[in-house]
Each structure stands twice: as structure tokens, then as C-alpha cells.
């Protein structure tokens, strides 16, 4: 086992969308792999940018967690929603995405980048002097740490980030033997709806730091996929969703399709060049 730091893990001072998004969080892992040093990469599946280097496969997409953003709030505020903060209480999160959804819901408050891991975010929150009010995190990493009982409230109405929730597992596309040793990792509907999520996010060309949101859904074998693009002020919003039978991997890339091209059709691309 093998663990390692990228840049998205050392550049804690500047915020994600400022130092860009391409392979913040995997560059250095995927070295790894294409100088056969390494041969298997696992990655939270939202930070894997949709266009991988050559010779690089998505194998597998393993066991989603809840998707869903959620509020921890500080010590001051405790038993509180965000509806209840006063005006001008701050959010802390390192999210486009979220404050581009939050400024929609909550124009009362205001939104501040915070960077760090988990624990330091926490820390940063619970300061005694601390400027924020409130954190949005990503339910699973709150989870996966055994603090959910921090969690102050889900955040049902912001849809989250492509892939969140999900394990991406990274081989080398030539190497079968790696490849038919961890097909097995795969979890059937979670990888379809990932794939379908992260097609949408691959024909609008967006990263893990541009405020593109979805929420997939299953009925049977129907899916559903919903999506939002809004401007970072919260000021402009492009929603689109449509759902289809999904039972294999083209299929859920073709649903992606489908509903990036609606969101297209409604403007998508105007609001993420705005960007």
C-alpha cells in the first residue's frame, strides 16, 4: 500500500478553482501507475476529471455513500438550520458548486473559502474566534470519518457534485490482469449512474471545481438524471433532467448525453463560459 500527497492536497492556501481543476487530485498518483511504480489508484470519484491520460481506464466505480451535501454547524449555533442563521452569518466551504446553489436559496447569508482536510476544517470551525457560522461538507467524508453526529441537517435541495459518494478505482489500461482482478469491485448501479453523471459533466466540459450539480435516480431500471449549472453569484441557473433504461455502460453514457444536451438547449454553455 501506497499512499502519496498531489497538489490538491498541498496547495491548502488558495482556493480549488483558483489553481485549477484538472487532475488536482490525481496527477501524481497517475505518474505513479504510468511509470509502473504503482498499479492500482483509488480515488474519491468526483475528483477524477472525465478526460483520463492515455493508457489510463476507469476499472472500477465501488460502493456510492450518501451523495448529499450536509451543514455542520459551529458550537455557537448549535440546533440550528441554516434557514435560522441571522444575516450575513458565514458558510464556510471550498465549493463553487455550493455557494453558486446556496446563494440561491440562502441569499441572507454569506459564503467563505475554507481549505484543509476534514479534521482541520472542523478545527477551524469550532475556533473560539472562529469567522464561520457554519461549514457545508460532503455527508461522506463526515460519515467515513464516524462524525456523523455533527451533521447538522442534509442538504436535500442542492444537488451535488458528479460522482460524490463513489470510489473510482484507476488502472493501466494494459494491464488485463490488474483489470480483471478489480472488475469485481464494481457496484452495478452505482457505477451506471457515475458513468451517466460524469458523461454530462464530459459533454459540458466542467471540472470538480465548476457549479455543475446532478442527482441520479433509480426506478427499476430506469434512471434519472438531474442537472444544474448556476453562475458563482447564484444570479443565472440552467436545469435539465430526463430519465431512461439504463442496463449497461452505453446506455447510462448515452443518457448523459441526452441531458447535457438539454441543458444546452437551455443555456448551459453561456452561464460556464461566464465562469
Not at 441554516?82 to 466551504?93: F, K, P, Q, R, Y
Not at 458548486?97 to 454569506?110: D, K
Not at 447564484?234 to 435539465?240: I, L, N, T
Request: hydrophobic content about 40%; proline content about 3%.
Amino acid at each position: 500500500l501506497s499512499t502519496m500527497k498531489t497538489i490538491g492536497d498541498k496547495r491548502q492556501d488558495v482556493a480549488m478553482n483558483k489553481i485549477g481543476d484538472k487532475g488536482l487530485f490525481t496527477k501524481e498518483l497517475e505518474t505513479g501507475l504510468s511509470e509502473n511504480t504503482i498499479d492500482v489508484v483509488v480515488h474519491s470519484l468526483k475528483d477524477i476529471p472525465t478526460q483520463l491520460p492515455e493508457n489510463m481506464l476507469l476499472a472500477a466505480i465501488h460502493g456510492r455513500a450518501d451523495p448529499r451535501d450536509c451543514v455542520i454547524m459551529a458550537p455557537r449555533n448549535q440546533g440550528k438550520k441554516l434557514e435560522d442563521l441571522a444575516e450575513g452569518s458565514v458558510i464556510g466551504t471550498g465549493s463553487v458548486r455550493r455557494v453558486a446553489q446556496l446563494r440561491r436559496q440562502y441569499p441572507h447569508l454569506e459564503f467563505a473559502d475554507v481549505r484543509g482536510n476534514l479534521n482541520t476544517r472542523l478545527a477551524k470551525l469550532d475556533a473560539p474566534d472562529s469567522v464561520y457560522d457554519a461549514l457545508v461538507l460532503a455527508v461522506a467524508g463526515i460519515e467515513r470519518l464516524q462524525l456523523g453526529a455533527r451533521i447538522a441537517h442534509a442538504l436535500d435541495t442542492v444537488l451535488y457534485a458528479v460522482g460524490q459518494g463513489a470510489l473510482g478505482v484507476e488502472v493501466r489500461a494494459d494491464d488485463v490482469q490488474t483489470r480483471e482482478l478489480v472488475a469485481c469491485l464494481n457496484s452495478r448501479s452505482v457505477r451506471l449512474e457515475c458513468l451517466a453523471e460524469r458523461e454530462v459533466m464530459r459533454v459540458l466540459e466542467g471540472g470538480c471545481s465548476v457549479p455543475i450539480g446532478v442527482r441520479s435516480t433509480w426506478d427499476g431500471e430506469q434512471l434519472e438524471v438531474k442537472c444544474i449549472v448556476a453562475s458563482p453569484d447564484g444570479s443565472q441557473a440552467v436545469e435539465a433532467g430526463t430519465a431512461a433504461q439504463v442496463t449497461n455502460d452505453d446506455q447510462a453514457r448515452a443518457l448523459g448525453v441526452q441531458v447535457a444536451a438539454l441543458m444546452r438547449e437551455r443555456g448551459a454553455d453561456a452561464v460556464l463560459k461566464a465562469i
